[in-house]
T-cell receptor, first 114, second 112 residues
Framework: DTGVSQDPRHKITKRGQNVTFRCDPISEHNRLYWYRQTLGQGPEFLTYFQNEAQLEKSRLLSDRFSAERPKGSFSTLEIQRTEQGDSAMYLC????????????FGPGTRLTVT | GDSVTQMEGPVTLSEEAFLTINCTYTATGYPSLFWYVQYPGEGLQLLLKATKADDKGSNKGFEATYRKETTSFHLEKGSVQVSDSAVYFCALTRGANSKLTFGKGITLSVRP
């Protein structure tokens, strides 16, 4: 069990560029979550998948954000036309459906928009 | 909506001191409550949980009791160690959607 992995760990981009992050959950976990964490704050929920179905999206997830989980395995989070306010740590977590309260977090992708 | 409020930090203690970190919540229904910990350079880890009123979660010497009457889930440890230095987050989840709502977190530093 290698845990939840995220790639890249750090991303610096210029305002207006598109970025894509990847998350690989624990293999037997069918639920996958994305959170965003800004400095001095706790993580905030963005969206979650059960298998390949995206079941909930936060109002924080503007139309510039899109997430996918093809085939119910890894997931990608894309941000289009990045803004400085998008600078944050993007966290991925996974869980089983029955033990949904035990979410295992990846190390995060730190995005800096200049 | 649901919310979690944690006491303001940071907190600095000497080794072997007693620790209390306050957490209160606002949520309808019967949330499950959690403490997550983030050690320096590592990802968030589940520390302990309680899924119904009066349950006590415990792990690594830490304890927290789900108090519905005071909507609280305070974290305690009788004797902290330098290795407990980390950021601690209180969180809740409610219902089958299972999204976590976190507090702001509090940084604990333990001096030798």
């Amino acid at each position: 069990d290698t845990g939840v992995s995220q790639d890249p760990r750090h991303k610096i981009t210029k305002r207006g560029q598109n970025v894509t992050f990847r998350c690989d959950p624990i293999s037997e976990h069918n639920r996958l979550y994305w959170y965003r964490q800004t400095l001095g704050q706790g993580p905030e929920f963005l969206t979650y998948f059960q298998n390949e179905a995206q079941l909930e999206k936060s109002r924080l997830l503007s139309d510039r954000f899109s997430a996918e989980r093809p085939k119910g395995s890894f997931s990608t989070l894309e941000i289009q036309r990045t803004e400085q306010g998008d600078s944050a740590m993007y966290l991925c977590a996974s869980s089983t459906r029955t033990r949904y309260y035990e979410q295992y977090f990846g190390p995060g992708t730190r995005l800096t928009v200049t | 909506g649901d919310s979690v409020t944690q006491m303001e930090g940071p907190v600095t203690l000497s080794e072997e001191a007693f620790l209390t970190i306050n957490c209160t919540y606002t949520a309808t229904g019967y949330p499950s409550l959690f403490w997550y910990v983030q050690y320096p350079g590592e990802g968030l880890q589940l520390l302990l949980k309680a899924t119904k009123a009066d349950d006590k979660g415990s792990n690594k010497g830490f304890e927290a009791t789900y108090r519905k009457e005071t909507t609280s889930f305070h974290l305690e440890k009788g004797s902290v160690q330098v290795s407990d230095s980390a950021v601690y987050f209180c969180a809740l989840t409610r219902g089958a959607n299972s999204k976590l709502t976190f507090g702001k977190g509090i940084t604990l530093s333990v001096r030798p």
